[in-house]
C-alpha cells in the first residue's frame, strides 16, 4: 500500500481507478467532519462527503502535486460549502421578501414594506459580495452559530485568524452598506 497521495493520484490518473477508494478512505472523515459542522445533520454530511469525493475525482487532473492532495481536496470541500451556503442563503432570503410582502397590510405601510424588503436585499448583496474565504466563516458564525474555536477547528486555522476574518468581513459588510445608503 503506498502511502503517498500523490503517487495514488498519479495512479489514478493512469487509470487506475481502485487507487481513488485508498484516497477517499484516507480522507473521508475529516470531509465528513466539515459536512457535519457546516450541515448539522449526519444525513446532509454524509451527502456532502459524497459530492465532495465526486467533484475531487472529476477534476483530479487538476490536483498539480504541488501542495497536499489533503489541502487540494479541502479548497474542494470549501468552494461547495460556500456554493451550498450562497443557494441557501440566496432562497432565505427569497422566501423572507414573499413572506414580508404576503403578510403586508395593502391598506398598511407600503412604503415600509418595500423599504424592509430593499434592505434585506442589500444585505444579501453585501453578503454574496464578501470573498469566499469570509463568507464562509460568516455563515458558519453568524448562521450557524459556530464558536471561533469551533471554526478554527474545522478549518483548520488559528482561532485569531477566524477573528481576524469574522472582524474585516464586518467592516467589508458595514463599507458596502455604507456605499448602497449614499445611493
Not at 98 to 103: F, G, I, K, P, S
Not at 140 to 153: K, N, R, T
Amino acid at each position: 500500500m503506498e502511502n503517498d497521495d500523490a503517487a495514488l493520484v498519479r495512479r489514478v490518473l493512469a487509470g487506475e481507478t481502485e487507487a481513488y477508494r485508498t484516497l477517499v478512505k484516507r480522507h473521508q472523515e475529516r470531509i465528513f467532519y466539515v459536512g457535519l459542522k457546516f450541515f448539522r445533520r449526519f444525513e446532509d454530511a454524509e451527502d456532502f462527503a459524497q459530492e465532495v469525493f465526486l467533484r475531487a475525482f472529476e477534476r483530479l487532473a487538476s490536483f498539480a502535486g504541488q501542495g497536499s492532495f489533503a489541502g487540494w481536496l479541502y479548497r474542494v470541500a470549501f468552494n461547495l460549502a460556500v456554493n451550498s451556503y450562497r443557494r441557501a442563503r440566496s432562497k432565505l432570503v427569497d422566501e423572507l421578501r414573499q413572506e414580508a410582502l404576503a403578510d403586508a397590510d395593502p391598506a398598511s405601510d407600503v412604503e415600509g414594506s418595500v423599504v424592509s424588503a430593499e434592505s434585506a436585499g442589500r444585505i444579501n448583496e453585501a453578503l454574496e459580495r464578501l470573498p469566499n474565504r469570509y463568507a464562509l466563516i460568516v455563515k458558519m458564525h453568524f448562521f450557524d452559530g459556530l464558536s471561533y474555536p469551533e471554526i478554527a477547528d474545522i478549518l483548520d486555522m488559528p482561532v485569531n485568524t477566524v477573528k481576524s476574518h469574522v472582524f474585516r468581513a464586518k467592516g467589508l459588510i458595514r463599507s458596502l452598506l455604507a456605499e448602497y445608503m449614499e445611493d
